[in-house]
Structure formats: structure tokens, C-alpha cells
């Protein structure tokens, strides 16, 4: 009798772990789903960064969330969510940094959990409140091209340590946190182009705008003086239709009298 109410309580206990852990897959990839729309409707910089900090705590019950993207040879904190933040953003660490938890996940494009932080003295954190801290998640967000940034979680709470399931799940996570900056760093891109693009048309029309009027003046200067033997009138004809150009306040036309080598006023306005 033991042994079969034995045998029923397993099958209960397993099918109740499988409930439970079927729940927090689906409650995981519902919230990751929220968190994918959300971002792909987010354009501002600041807003998705911050998004995904947020998101980050809610999802691993973490009390703080720490963003670093890589800048040439140095990780930049870039937005943060949880106490003492606002002295986060832009916290630079080398990633040649030996004691760096940073720095090593960047190196190495692991995801590390330490469920007591405290005890080991090894690394360090670079974050607000660091002394604080209880456990933590560390997931580097990779690319094709290699790591572009470092996402650390951390719990003050003792009771609440991260586990190998959240390390995974949160490899997930950092997947899509690399996609949707990296998206927005295309994005930023292809926006700056369009802005440039924007400026050469707009100079190269004002250019082609210029280029006619003067193709214009030049041809209406020909036909004018074409019409007229006077040259009298023929130079002070000119001299308005170039004005017309260059809007100047004075003005003059001299021809060389080659005989005494001097200059003579022909015509002029404004004098």
C-alpha cells in the first residue's frame, strides 16, 4: 500500500513540476514576445534602452539591470534600472580588465551567474550599490560579428539567487537585446545617410538652380546685345543684365585704350 501511494505521489509531484515548469516557459516567452513588440515599436534610443532594463528586472525578479555596449576596446554603461542609476551611464571598464565580470563575459561571449556574489572575491562589478549585491546574472549580446555589448542582472535579496534556467533564458533574452540594438544602430545610420543625402540634393539643387540662372543671364545677354549696334547702350546693358547676377551696389565696365595703355570708364551704376 505504501509503495503504490509511493508511486501515485510521484507521478503527481512530476506531473505538477511539469505543469509548473511548462507555466514558466510559456509566462517567459508571453513576456519575451511583449518585450520583441514592444522594442520593435520603440525608434528613440534612450526609450528602448531603458525598456530594456525595465524589462529585464520584471522578467528575472531581478533588482537591478546594467546595460554595457562595446565602444572600440572599452564597454560604456549605457541605461540601467534598480538603485543608485543615475550615476551609471557612461561607467567605462576596459575589456583587458583581469577582475572585470564585465570584461570577462565580453572576452569570453559566456553568460555567468554567481548565486553568492559576496562570497567570491574575485570579480568585480562596476555598478551603484555593488557591496549590496547578492547575486548575478551576466549575458553577453552577441552578433554575427562578435559581442556588442554586456547585460549583468543582480538581486539584493539572499533568498532570491539566479539559476541555470534563468542563465538560459537569459542567453534568449540577450539575443534579442542585440537585435533590437543593433537594429537601432542601423537604423540611426540609415537615418543620418537620409539626412545627408537630403543635404547634398537640396546643395546640389540650389547648385543646378544657380548654374541655370546664370546659363539664363548669359544667353538673354547675348540675344540683348545682339540686338543693338550702340555701344554705348550695349555696355550699359551689360553691365545691369550681370548685375542682375551678383546684386552688387557699384559697378563699372573699363575698356583698355591700347594706344596710351590706359584704362577708360565706359559705363557704371552706383557711382
Known amino acids: 500500500l505504501l509503495l503504490a501511494l509511493a508511486n501515485q505521489l510521484g507521478t503527481a509531484l512530476e506531473t505538477s513540476l511539469l505543469f509548473a515548469d511548462t507555466y514558466e516557459r510559456e509566462r517567459f516567452y508571453n513576456a519575451l514576445g511583449s518585450v520583441s513588440l514592444a522594442l ?3 525608434i528613440d534610443q534612450e526609450a528602448m534602452l531603458k525598456l530594456i532594463c525595465n524589462e529585464a528586472n520584471r ?17 560604456v554603461g549605457s541605461a540601467a534600472a534598480g538603485p543608485e542609476t543615475a550615476v551609471f551611464p557612461n561607467t567605462a571598464v576596459a575589456l583587458d580588465t583581469q577582475d572585470s565580470l564585465i570584461a570577462h563575459i565580453a572576452r569570453n561571449a559566456e ?17 551603484p550599490g555593488e557591496t549590496a ?24 535579496n539572499t533568498r532570491r539567487a539566479f539559476t541555470d534556467i534563468d542563465v538560459s533564458r537569459g542567453t534568449i533574452f540577450g539575443v534579442q537585446v542585440a537585435n533590437a540594438l543593433e537594429n537601432g544602430r542601423l537604423f540611426r545610420e540609415l537615418q543620418t545617410l537620409n539626412e545627408e543625402l537630403d543635404r547634398r540634393v537640396e546643395t546640389r539643387t540650389q547648385a543646378l538652380h544657380e548654374e541655370s540662372t546664370r546659363v539664363k543671364i548669359l544667353l538673354r545677354i547675348s540675344s540683348e546685345l ?37 584704362f577708360v570708364f565706359r559705363a557704371g551704376f552706383g557711382l
Open 59 to 75: 522578467i528575472f525578479g531581478a533588482d537591478g539591470a546594467y546595460l554595457w555596449q562595446r565602444d572600440g576596446d572599452m564597454l
Open 111 to 127: 553568460a555567468v551567474h554567481l548565486a553568492r556574489f559576496q562570497s567570491d572575491a574575485q570579480w568585480q562589478l562596476h555598478i
Open 226 to 262: 545682339a540686338a543693338s549696334l550702340d555701344e554705348n547702350h550695349v555696355l550699359h546693358q551689360a553691365l545691369h543684365l550681370v548685375n542682375e547676377v551678383v546684386h552688387a551696389t557699384q559697378g563699372v565696365i573699363l575698356l583698355l585704350d591700347e594706344e596710351k595703355d590706359e
Open 40 to 42: 520593435n515599436l520603440t
Open 133 to 156: 549585491v547578492a547575486s548575478v546574472m551576466g549575458i553577453p549580446l552577441e552578433r554575427e560579428a562578435g559581442v556588442i555589448g554586456v547585460m549583468v542582472l543582480t538581486t539584493t
